[in-house]
T-cell receptor
């Protein structure tokens, strides 16, 4: 059945290292979201794409975070350099413009030590 | 800036009772509001959507109300069961005139239903 796939599921890295998280949206979906979830802040919207174009990335720290959609089947979120405060669960969600439901992946749990 | 508040971090109720969760918002005029369920270690799963011109929406044991004057939505689970135990999140879209615009989430209410 159709689902959003995120890799890796877990990542432990040292401070200063580059981290890349990947998301495969549901086939045919043209809207992709990246969220970060922490106990303190809940779900924070980091970036939002439609038809592969970034519509809003104001939630991301621009100096270290970047989000791209190289093609319709892949979205990436990169952190360089990573810091301990980036430790969180990162979720990708997709949907189709014209519908109103967002489908979430299982998330990537990132730990920066 | 926009603010979404869910009434409490945790709600504990006995099986068979009705659970009522609250979502309040400020500085928004959303065209619709959504409720999601999140289980530990999983991503949120969509449950219900209610539009600004709808007062109430039902789906099986779930009921959602939306009061745009009070800027509040209530989410009810009737005849609650232990399997309903999860975190429930409300979400508002911020891009009026666009379906599936930016979705902003509350921090959620953790519901525990005990036998």
């Amino acid at each position: 059945d159709a689902r959003v796939t995120q890799t890796p599921r877990h990542k432990v890295t040292e401070m200063g290292q580059e981290v890349t998280m990947r998301c495969q949206p549901i086939l045919g979906h043209n809207t992709v979201f990246w969220y970060r979830q922490t106990m303190m802040q809940g779900l924070e919207l980091l970036a939002y794409f439609r038809n592969r174009a970034p519509l809003d990335d104001s939630g991301m720290p621009k100096d270290r975070f970047s989000a791209e959609m190289p093609d319709a089947t892949l979205a990436t979120l990169k952190i360089q350099p990573s810091e301990p405060r980036d430790s969180a669960v990162y979720f990708c969600a997709s949907g189709h413009h014209g519908n109103t439901e967002a489908f979430f992946g299982q998330g990537t749990r990132l730990t920066v030590v | 800036s926009q603010k979404i508040e869910q009434n409490s971090e945790a709600l504990n109720i006995q099986e068979g009772k009705t659970a009522t969760l609250t979502c309040n918002y400020t500085n928004y005029s959303p065209a619709y509001l959504q409720w999601y369920r999140q289980d530990p270690g999983r991503g949120p799963v969509f449950l219900l959507l209610i539009r600004e011109n709808e007062k109430e929406k039902r789906k099986e044991r779930l009921k959602v109300t939306f009061d745009t004057t009070l800027k509040q939505s209530l989410f009810h689970i009737t005849a609650s069961q232990p399997a309903d135990s999860a975190t429930y999140l409300c979400a508002l879209e911020s891009d009026r005139g666009s379906t599936l615009g930016r979705l902003y989430f509350g921090r959620g209410t953790q519901l525990t239903v005990w036998p």
